[in-house]
């Protein structure tokens, strides 16, 4: 099969925009669509001076409260006037198509907003027609909550409504219920949903906790989780329950294959899931067949692995040997429900390996806004708090680090906006910003480029299998091979220089080092310096 034989989201990269944080442009602090559009071409204008990604994937624009940054929504089929209107939407998703740059929106299928009409109506009575469109039952005999079962963001995940006498289910704050989807209305409710985006031509949707659409039907406790975390905190019930019986039900499948058949019915629409789980599990999301999810998010390397070689290479290994032949792979490294990637991994050094590593495997990357910068954490005093699960579960669980605005240049306010930004700005945004960054050739974003261009270049890289060979300690050794190319991917994730045995090859040359100062030729024997990372094109004597 040759490139063009793969599907956009396969060959792509994608790119998250959290839009509270990309772009101002009406001038109140909070970042908008046509924010989004003024920097498209900084996303892709088909050069190589331009980042280069496929997709932007959209974080929550809809109207909401706010009491979730927007993953509380008051109504699904429409723009909350922070962000602008239907009609920039309808721009934006014309602005970038233009440039080739597939539009992916967030879906949030799980809960609304307490704020939406739906749950007024389901809250004002019993037997209100929309009573059962929400989880609501009696407490238990003995007073209480119906089960045990926490919130994610602390507490219960029941919370009494004293006017009609029984709990409502939320698995996250208590201003965001949760739908049933056991109930037809619900589901049609839900696809005419997606319909009306697919109608407004976006290119897929990223599904918000997707696995927990649908619960055991008895709404049974979950067993005690018999390893409790060290630093468990009071009021984290999530935590103290094993994940059984509130998530991953094997009917959620059903509900998958049809929503898959509607976007297939739209054409090549993608179906991304935020998901978790063991991998048995997990791969169970791309559908028996292949006819679930295209790309369930593999956040292994994110949220599982520490930063060596040996780990990330037995999680890519793993993963591959799960995959049936029909499910195309994924990673993730960051995005806004954890910390700065570049805070994780110990440094820019490492940050710039991580970029490597993330666009040379076999499948989709998603990328974080800002992480292209070497973004860190950012640091926000305990009075400019906002993630209510950092305010809830204490400022460390806080996910307001990684949600600062987008730096762009080194006027105030990083060029996001002209007045005090909802986050605080990072202070280092005069000299890390896209402009400073842009004049200095060896910045960690000039890297990105080339890994992004070089990827869209290259038949090996973008769809070509993956090979891991035995390296020493520390360092991760694979080739991406096509029929027409291949390529040697070698990463030091040490900070000694390592001499490297690069079975395979006889001669090559460097096309790309993460120090963006070398391409020399080499031969068998690689010199890998601290933390870098080399892709090489064999040049004669490849054997298998
Ligand atoms: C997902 C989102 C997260 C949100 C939660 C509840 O995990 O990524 O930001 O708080 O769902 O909607």
Redesign the pocket.
């Known amino acids: 099969m040759t490139r063009s034989s793969y599907k956009w989201w396969q060959r792509g990269v994608i790119y998250q925009i959290y839009p509270r944080s990309f772009q101002d442009s009406s001038g109140n602090g909070i970042g908008d669509l046509n924010g989004i559009i003024q920097r498209l071409d900084y996303l892709n204008d088909g050069t190589p001076n331009s980042l280069g990604v496929d997709a932007i994937w959209i ?1 929550p624009f809809y109207p909401s409260p706010m009491a ?2 927007g ?2 929504v008051s109504d699904y089929c429409d723009v909350h006037p922070l962000f602008g209107s239907l009609a920039h939407f309808d721009h934006l998703v014309q602005a970038a198509h233009q440039r080739g740059i597939k539009v992916i929106i ?1 879906y ?1 299928p ?2 609304t907003s307490d704020q939406h009409p739906w749950f007024i109506e389901s809250s004002s009575s019993r037997d209100n027609p929309k009573r059962d469109w929400y989880i609501w039952r009696n407490g238990r005999t003995d007073g209480g909550p119906p089960n045990n079962w926490g919130s ?2 602390g507490g219960p995940a029941w919370t009494y409504h004293a006017p009609t006498g029984q709990y409502y289910l939320h698995q ?2 208590k201003e ?1 219920p949760e739908l049933n989807w056991r109930n037809p209305e619900v589901r049609a409710a839900m696809f005419d949903v997606l319909r009306f985006w697919l109608a407004r031509g976006v290119d897929g949707f990223r599904m ?2 997707i696995g927990l659409i649908l619960k055991h039907p008895e709404l049974r406790d979950n067993p005690p989780n018999p390893h409790l975390p060290p630093d468990l905190l009071p009021n984290d019930l999530a935590a103290r329950t094993l994940m059984v019986h509130n998530l991953d039900q094997d009917d959620v499948h059903e509900i998958l294959r049809k929503m898959r058949q509607l976007l297939d019915s739209y054409g090549d629409c993608v179906a991304i899931g ?1 998901l978790w789980g063991p991998l048995d599990r997990w791969v169970r999301y791309y559908g028996a067949q292949g006819e679930g999810l295209h790309l369930p998010f593999n956040f292994r390397l994110m949220d599982e692995v520490a930063w060596t070689a040996e780990s990330i290479r037995a999680s890519v290994d793993e993963m591959e040997a799960a995959l049936p032949p029909f499910a195309w792979p994924n990673y993730v490294l960051g ?3 954890r910390i700065r990637l570049a805070t994780r991994f110990g440094g820019q050094a490492q940050a710039c390996l991580a970029a490597m590593l993330l666009l040379t495997l076999r499948g989709t990357p998603t990328l974080y806004y800002g992480d292209e910068l070497g973004l860190e954490n950012g640091v926000i005093p305990p009075e400019k708090l906002q993630d ?2 950092g305010l809830n579960l204490g400022a460390a669980r806080s ?1 307001d680090v990684a949600r600062t605005p987008m730096q762009w240049d080194a006027s105030s306010y990083a060029g996001f906006s002209s007045v005090e930004p909802w986050l605080p700005v990072s202070a280092d945004y005069e000299t890390r910003n896209v402009a400073a960054q842009t004049a200095v050739p060896t910045s960690i974003l000039n890297l990105y480029r080339r890994l992004i261009w070089l990827r869209r270049s290259s038949d090996a890289l973008a769809i070509g299998a993956y090979q891991p060979v035995d390296a020493p300690r520390s360092c991760f050794l694979y080739w991406r091979s096509a029929p027409s190319e291949r390529r040697l991917i070698a990463l030091n994730f040490s900070d000694r220089v390592q001499q490297v045995q690069a079975p395979g090859l006889s001669n090559g040359r460097i096309l790309l080092s993460t120090h963006l100062d070398r391409t020399d030729r080499v031969t068998a024997v690689l010199s890998l310096r601290p933390w870098e990372g080399l892709i090489i094109a064999p040049e004669e004597g490849i054997h298998d």
């Open positions: 974080s979730d940054f993953y509380d967030d949030v799980n809960h994610f963001f996250f704050l965001q918000d906790v935020e995005n806004h429900d209510p699960q996910r």
